[in-house]
């Protein structure tokens, strides 16, 4: 780990011990899309002051769930700025993913770079913010990649992989709550990036465990 990853460390650390920000709590109602559920989750880390984690860890462990069998890293927030050799946030099969809550000139020059290589390209950026991305991408760049938002992103992989059964989203949003938070504890010192799972969709994983037991 280099002296800036050992300092960003050191900086979470000890906003984590003075109790600054909160623990992310919400509540999943019956009539709640799976977009407006991942949405309310980033309003409420932008409200702690955490969007940029949240979404860059929330894409990551989505990946993991749906990806199993590839190789997706786990790193403390905002240490990949300090690797720049490295294509991106995640990289899937053929695919390089960008998460950020607004894109530098610095963010859509790896993008051109990585499309001139030969991979596809997310650039994946809060709903709230992607308007703005776009119109920063026209300017800036002639490269062909996809701006999409976080939201929608994870909504359309729980919702297809669930077969848009409700039962299944929410399951599957149980579940990626959960690799989400043990990705949150595996390499954050900072705990409240902790998402609790909403009694609804605990209620509904605890009761698959159960019907699963011998």
Same mark, same amino acid.
């Given at each position: 780990?280099?002296?800036?990853?050992?300092?960003?460390?050191?900086?979470?650390?000890?906003?984590?011990?003075?109790?600054?920000?909160?623990?992310?709590?919400?509540?999943?109602?019956?009539?709640?899309?799976?977009?407006?559920?991942?949405?309310?989750?980033?309003?409420?880390?932008?409200?702690?002051?955490?969007?940029?984690?949240?979404?860059?860890?929330?894409?990551?462990?989505?990946?993991?769930?749906?990806?199993?069998?590839?190789?997706?890293?786990?790193?403390?927030?905002?240490?990949?700025?300090?690797?720049?050799?490295?294509?991106?946030?995640?990289?899937?099969?053929?695919?390089?993913?960008?998460?950020?809550?607004?894109?530098?000139?610095?963010?859509?020059?790896?993008?051109?770079?990585?499309?001139?290589?030969?991979?596809?390209?997310?650039?994946?950026?809060?709903?709230?913010?992607?308007?703005?991305?776009?119109?920063?991408?026209?300017? !800036?760049?002639?490269?062909?990649?996809? #701006?999409? &938002? /976080? $939201?929608?992103?994870? +909504?359309?992989?729980?919702?297809?992989? @669930?077969?848009?059964?409700?039962?299944?989203?929410?399951?599957?949003?149980?579940?990626? !709550?959960?690799?989400?938070?043990?990705? #949150?504890? &595996? /390499? $954050?010192?900072?705990? +409240?990036?902790?998402?609790?799972?909403? @009694?609804?969709?605990?209620?509904?994983?605890?009761?698959?465990?159960?019907?699963?037991?011998?």
């Amino acid at each position: 780990m280099s002296a800036q990853q050992r300092n960003a460390v050191v900086t979470l650390r000890s906003r984590s011990r003075k109790g600054l920000l909160k623990r992310i709590r919400l509540t999943y109602k019956t009539d709640q899309t799976t977009y407006s559920f991942v949405n309310a989750i980033l309003e409420e880390a932008r409200r702690n002051g955490n969007e940029g984690a949240v979404a860059e860890h929330l894409v990551g462990a989505l990946l993991v769930w749906r990806y199993p069998d590839q190789v997706i890293p786990v790193r403390p927030h905002g240490c990949r700025s300090f690797e720049p050799l490295e294509p991106g946030d995640y990289f899937v099969g053929n695919t390089v993913f960008f998460v950020t809550l607004l894109p530098w000139n610095w963010h859509f020059d790896q993008c051109e770079s990585a499309v001139n290589a030969g991979l596809a390209v997310y650039l994946l950026v809060p709903e709230r913010m992607l308007e703005s991305a776009r119109m920063y991408a026209t300017a !800036l760049i002639e490269a062909s990649f996809v #701006i999409r &938002s /976080v $939201e929608s992103f994870v +909504s359309e992989i729980v919702e297809w992989k @669930a077969g848009f059964s409700i039962a299944e989203v929410k399951l599957f949003l149980s579940q990626l !709550l959960a690799s989400y938070n043990q990705r #949150i504890c &595996s /390499v $954050e010192p900072d705990k +409240s990036l902790l998402i609790d799972i909403p @009694a609804a969709l605990h209620a509904v994983h605890t009761h698959r465990l159960d019907l699963r037991t011998p």
